[in-house]
């Protein structure tokens, strides 16, 4: 079912893919504010400190996490074509910002209410934060608002790549070749996911898969800014 609905939002075109993230992250960012006030009672600021205890190097080490999801905002070169004005610096700055929130909230959150000893061991610490929110004497374990929170983010995410591969391909339009062609191939690839352990997929996802993302996207931007220079050099050559 996640699937199709990923394909359903890869077949349609950019303006409803806009649409649908704007209506989604309104209600990520209102749920991530209210569990953050309703954990109030619980949170110890006081266990943020010492900063830097132990110096630069283990923040220098984390930082390939969340450089592997920051780097993806590079994904929106290949739908400049789309825009109605060109891409600006302070248009990708203000979603770095947003991106830096979204980050630090449930770091933060989970180092004041578990501490950052317990919230390192912590597989999903922000699954952890929302089973502490409750509503009252009579309404608790709430934290199926963190599973819609990661869902909403995933089914945005891929729906964009897939959108993206669909525009590479040219199959954009053409819904009929995105069912049958592409979608057989992601199904069978997530499928198989299935038969991997718990385990086994946090260590390679921790360890390979996003170090791999990072390093593969940077490179890439790299590779593209170089032929985009020698381009433009060549362009002006030309008119001279």
Request: charged share 10%.
């Amino acid at each position: 079912m996640y699937t199709i609905a990923c394909f359903l939002l890869a077949s349609t075109n950019i303006q409803t893919i806009a649409s649908v993230n704007a209506n989604i992250l309104f209600f990520v960012i209102i749920f991530g504010f209210y569990a953050s006030f309703t954990n109030l009672q619980v949170k110890n600021h006081e266990l943020m400190f010492p900063i830097l205890e132990h110096g630069m190097g283990p923040v220098i080490k984390a930082m390939i996490f969340p450089a592997s999801g920051f780097i993806e905002l590079f994904l929106l070169l290949f739908l400049q074509h789309y825009f109605k004005q060109p891409l600006k610096w302070h248009h990708i700055g203000i979603i770095f910002f947003w991106f830096v929130g979204l980050t630090l909230g449930p770091l933060i959150g989970a180092i004041v209410e578990f501490g950052p000893d317990e919230a390192a061991r912590q597989h999903f610490p922000a699954y952890e934060e929302w089973a502490l929110v409750s509503i009252g004497r009579f309404i608790e374990h709430m934290d199926f608002l963190s599973v819609y929170q990661w869902l909403s983010g995933t089914f945005i995410r891929v729906g964009i790549i897939l959108f993206i591969v669909c525009d590479i391909l040219n199959y954009t339009g053409k819904p009929k070749k995105i069912w049958l062609h592409l979608m057989p191939p992601f199904l069978i690839l997530n499928l198989s996911l299935l038969l991997m352990k718990d385990d086994l997929f946090l260590l390679l996802n921790n360890y390979y898969l996003l170090h791999f993302t990072f390093i593969f996207i940077f490179i890439l931007s790299v590779v593209l800014i170089i032929i985009a220079f020698f381009d433009k050099k060549t362009a002006q050559q030309n008119m001279k």
